[in-house]
T-cell receptor, first 113, second 112 residues
Framework: NAGVMQNPRHLVRRRGQEARLRCSPMKGHSHVYWYRQLPEEGLKFMVY????????ESGMPKERFSAEFPKEGPSILRIQQVVRGDSAAYFC???????????FGPGTRLTVT | KQEVTQIPAALSVPEGENLVLNCSFT??????LQWFRQDPGKGLTSLLLIQSSQREQTSGRLNASLDKSSGRSTLYIAASQPGDSATYLC???????????FGSGTRLQVQP
């Protein structure tokens, strides 16, 4: 059973471009979570999704950020018009229905130049 | 708002020592508490999960305790090894929510 997969692992974008981060949860997991780790800071929750539904987006910035988890395919975290402050490691985690333990992916390191 | 604090921020010990990492949280209405390990440039690996009704969990050389009333958890690592060098993160899940609130971590270096 492959772990949580994220791609790309590293992403470089210029200010104003769009960034798309993909996350494939572990097989059989129906819950996906996105966290952001800014340099020298702890992980901060962004959004929690189930298939085709956003359950909790209390940690998402109000503008430029969106997330989806379609019926088929990976979860996508989309950042429009990136700014330097968006440079961070973005981690995806998944858990099964009713499961307690969260399994994290290796992260995508976004650098905005 | 839940806040999670980890002390110390960094720790360097010689191989073989037993050590304790501390985690404190402000809101005692937790559902569970999880300890993770993060290696540089890598993702997080879950080490131990303690439910709010439990007092401790053990896995190999690791033992985690939970005192909800005082808002504290400790991670005890016995007979430390250089391979234990990593950042250790404490994360709390509140009742009624799925999101985790993380501490800033303790960066551990075990000297051979």
């Amino acid at each position: 059973n492959a772990g949580v997969m994220q791609n790309p692992r590293h992403l470089v974008r210029r200010r104003g471009q769009e960034a798309r981060l993909r996350c494939s949860p572990m097989k059989g997991h129906s819950h996906v979570y996105w966290y952001r780790q800014l340099p020298e800071e702890g992980l901060k929750f962004m959004v929690y999704l189930q298939k085709e539904n956003i359950i909790d987006e209390s940690g998402m910035p109000k503008e430029r950020f969106s997330a989806e988890f379609p019926k088929e395919g990976p979860s996508i975290l989309r950042i429009q018009q990136v700014v330097r402050g968006d440079s961070a490691a973005y981690f995806c985690a998944s858990s099964p229905w009713g499961g307690e333990v969260m399994y994290f992916g290796p992260g995508t390191r976004l650098t905005v130049t | 708002k839940q806040e999670v604090t980890q002390i110390p921020a960094a720790l360097s010990v010689p191989e073989g020592e037993n050590l304790v990492l501390n985690c404190s949280f402000t809101d005692s209405a937790i559902y569970n508490l999880q300890w993770f390990r993060q290696d540089p440039g890598k993702g997080l690996t879950s080490l131990l999960l303690i439910q709010s009704s439990q007092r401790e969990q053990t896995s190999g050389r690791l033992n985690a305790s939970l005192d909800k009333s005082s808002g504290r958890s400790t991670l005890y690592i016995a007979a430390s090894q250089p391979g234990d060098s990593a950042t250790y993160l404490c994360a709390v899940r509140l009742t009624g929510r799925r999101a985790l609130t993380f501490g800033s971590g303790t960066r551990l270096q075990v000297q051979p």
